[in-house]
T-cell receptor, first 114, second 110 residues
Framework: DVKVTQSSRYLVKRTGEKVFLECVQD?????MFWYRQDPGLGLRLIYF???????EKGDIPEGYSVSREKKERFSLILESASTNQTSMYLC?????????????FGPGTRLTVT | DAKTTQPPSMDCAEGRAANLPCNHS???????VYWYRQIHSQGPQYIIH???NNETNEMASLIITEDRKSSTLILPHATLRDTAVYYC???????????FGAGTRLTVKP
């Protein structure tokens, strides 16, 4: 089974802190994604990556950056955390199949910024 | 992407079939219908996807109407562990990122 792991399930940070969220997948997937999930807003794409050292902005990249130095690892960085970044953060990976893509999600990190 | 409409909540008795509808009346010819679910405090889980033919796997069946404007996800024998939020997404095959709406909160009751 594909396994996507995230470094923390729960995280509490202070406003202005630099925050690192780590994601690792073990199935050699090329594609990796960072989303945030908020009540009433659904799942929104922050950044994604199709290859090592490659990144693309999603719908809401402001206030975030990413790093992909190795194929299995995709990091999300909050340069200066703010209270409006309190959210559930989900990492996912995917690879093409015969009939399309299946995304495999990690368990999520619930980040609270105080 | 085509917009989807799902009922906000549904109940189902344990052991009975759960039929979850999704309306996607503006779907275009190259868009697939995907279903995911999210059990409380977990990441979303892929269930099934299809283009126009009915699909079945070990988890569920997907029935797409002939005009492709709506679909139904069927869990043939719902268990308490199927209690989750179910998301219907319409997406072009070449785009593999997913964006979920509010979904349907399915509660399976004993």
């Amino acid at each position: 089974d594909v396994k996507v792991t995230q470094s923390s399930r729960y995280l509490v940070k202070r406003t202005g802190e630099k925050v690192f969220l780590e994601c690792v997948q073990d199935m050699d997937h090329e594609n990796m994604f960072w989303y945030r999930q908020d009540p009433g807003l659904g799942l929104r794409l922050i950044y994604f990556s199709y290859d090592v050292k490659m990144k693309e902005k999603g719908d809401i990249p402001e206030g975030y950056s990413v790093s992909r130095e190795k194929k299995e690892r995709f990091s999300l960085i909050l340069e200066s955390a703010s209270t409006n970044q309190t959210s559930m953060y989900l990492c996912a990976s995917s690879a093409p199949t015969m009939t399309g893509y299946e995304q495999y999600f990690g368990p999520g990190t619930r980040l609270t910024v105080t | 992407d085509a917009k989807t409409t799902q009922p906000p909540s549904m109940d189902c008795a344990e052991g009975r079939a759960a039929n979850l509808p999704c309306n996607h009346s503006t779907i275009s010819g190259n868009e697939y219908v995907y279903w995911y679910r999210q059990i409380h405090s977990q990441g979303p889980q892929y269930i099934i996807h299809g283009l126009k033919n009915n699909e079945t796997n070990e988890m569920a069946s997907l029935i797409i109407t002939e005009d492709r404007k709506s679909s139904t996800l069927i869990l043939p024998h719902a268990t308490l562990r199927d209690t989750a939020v179910y998301y219907c997404i319409v997406r072009v095959l070449t785009f593999n990122d997913m964006r979920f709406g509010a979904g349907t909160r399915l509660t399976v009751k004993p």
